[in-house]
């Protein structure tokens, strides 16, 4: 069956340092991977998805970029964090149409 | 832009009765719509999905329309139970033979009391 892993599950950063988030898929080849961002209070924001290898699309402007080194690695990374990047932030995949979400990362900035 | 409207106002309904939520969208139909339930500091889980060319869909206590004239998904569960209390979201797919991307409503918060 598949699996999706998300790691750390929390992280407090401090304003101005950098951050890798990263996100692995098990039991599944070639899917297409999304990382969302959760504000309190709000919806899911897509930030980035991406249908394969080296192949990355960005939703929206920010100071977060995103990366696919293998087929079942997603990495989402910041140079340096402001205090609005922090959130709940999950990786999904897709299967049959639906998407199926990680744990998640809960990021603080300070 | 799509925009998707899902009641903020949290439903508060007794155990047994039916809950139903709903989800209103802007511009074109969805070629799917999509319902997912979320409870706090998890991800969302995928519940049911309905395709533009269907009116109804049914999974266990679970039941979604889809009106593209009336330009909403309406989401019922029967006989709820306290188990069942959490944010329930809609997505809309526009194109799912192509990148899959999903547009979230904020969710409806649910709420079933013993």
């Known amino acids: 069956s598949q699996t999706i892993h998300q790691w750390p599950a929390t992280l407090v950063q401090p304003v101005g340092s950098p951050l890798s988030l990263e996100c692995t898929v098990e039991?599944?080849?070639?899917?297409?991977l999304y990382w969302y961002r959760q504000a309190a209070g709000r919806g899911l924001q897509l930030l980035f998805y991406s249908v394969g290898i080296g192949q990355i699309s960005s939703e929206v402007p920010q100071n977060l970029s995103a990366s696919r080194p293998q087929d079942r690695q997603f990495i989402l990374s910041s140079k340096k964090l402001l205090l609005s990047d922090s959130g709940f932030y999950l990786c999904?995949?897709?299967?049959?149409?639906?998407?199926?979400f990680g744990p998640g990362t809960r990021l603080t900035v300070l | 832009s799509q925009k998707i409207e899902q009641n903020s106002e949290a439903l508060n309904i007794q155990e047994g009765k039916t809950a139903t939520l709903t989800c209103n969208y802007t511009n074109y139909s969805p070629a799917y719509l999509q319902w997912y339930r979320q409870d706090p500091g998890r991800g969302p889980v995928f519940l049911l999905l309905?395709?533009?060319?269907?009116k109804e869909k049914r999974k266990e206590r679970l039941k979604v329309t889809f009106d593209t004239t009336l330009k909403q998904s309406l989401f019922h569960i029967t006989a709820s139970q306290p188990a069942d209390s959490a944010t329930y979201l809609c997505a809309l797919d526009m194109n799912p033979g192509n990148t899959g991307k999903l547009i979230f409503g904020q969710g409806t918060t649910l709420q079933v009391k013993p």
């Open positions: 999904a995949w897709r299967s049959g149409g639906g998407q199926f």
């Open positions: 039991g599944t080849s070639n899917p297409n």
């Open positions: 309905i395709r533009e060319n269907e």
